[in-house]
C-alpha cells in the first residue's frame, strides 16, 4: 500500500529465518538492513504486533556508518550458522527441567 518494492523490504525481515522474536524482530531486522545500508540512506522502521501498538521511525544513516559494519560478526553470519534445537534441549539451556543421570 505505501508502495515500496519488496527487494527493498526483504532485509529487514528475518522472522522467516528465525522465528518470532516478538519485540526483536525489528532490531535484528534493523541490523541487518544498516549493515546492508550505504551513508546517506532512508530506512523505515516500523513494528507491530501482538496487542502491544506500533511505532515507526525514519533514520538517515551518516558517512560513519561503513567503519562501524564489521566490528562484530553480521546478523548473516548467524542466520547462516544457526544450529536447530529440540524442545527438550531448549528445556534444558533454560534450567526448566532436570537431567536424571
Same mark, same amino acid.
Given at each position: 500500500?505505501?508502495?515500496?518494492?519488496?527487494?527493498?523490504?526483504?532485509?529487514?525481515?528475518?522472522?522467516?529465518?528465525?522465528?518470532? #522474536?516478538y &519485540?526483536?524482530?525489528?532490531?535484528?531486522?534493523?541490523?541487518?538492513?544498516?549493515? &546492508?545500508?550505504?551513508?546517506?540512506? =532512508?530506512?523505515?522502521?516500523?513494528?507491530?504486533?501482538?496487542?502491544?501498538?506500533? *511505532?515507526?521511525?525514519?533514520?538517515? #544513516? #551518516?558517512?560513519?556508518?561503513?567503519?562501524?559494519?564489521? =566490528?562484530?560478526? #553480521?546478523? *548473516?553470519?548467524?542466520?547462516e550458522?544457526?544450529?536447530?534445537?529440540?524442545?527438550?534441549?531448549?528445556?534444558?539451556? =533454560? *534450567?526448566?527441567? =532436570?537431567?536424571?543421570?
Amino acid at each position: 500500500m505505501l508502495g515500496i518494492p519488496l527487494e527493498k523490504v526483504k532485509l529487514g525481515i528475518v522472522v522467516d529465518r528465525i522465528g518470532n #522474536t516478538y &519485540n526483536g524482530a525489528v532490531l535484528i531486522g534493523l541490523a541487518n538492513i544498516l549493515e &546492508n545500508a550505504k551513508p546517506g540512506s =532512508r530506512i523505515l522502521m516500523v513494528s507491530f504486533g501482538s496487542g502491544a501498538g506500533s *511505532n515507526a521511525f525514519s533514520l538517515i #544513516t #551518516t558517512d560513519l556508518l561503513p567503519e562501524k559494519v564489521g =566490528r562484530a560478526r #553480521t546478523v *548473516n553470519y548467524y542466520l547462516e550458522n544457526k544450529a536447530y534445537i529440540d524442545y527438550a534441549l531448549y528445556l534444558r539451556f =533454560r *534450567n526448566l527441567i =532436570r537431567v536424571v543421570q
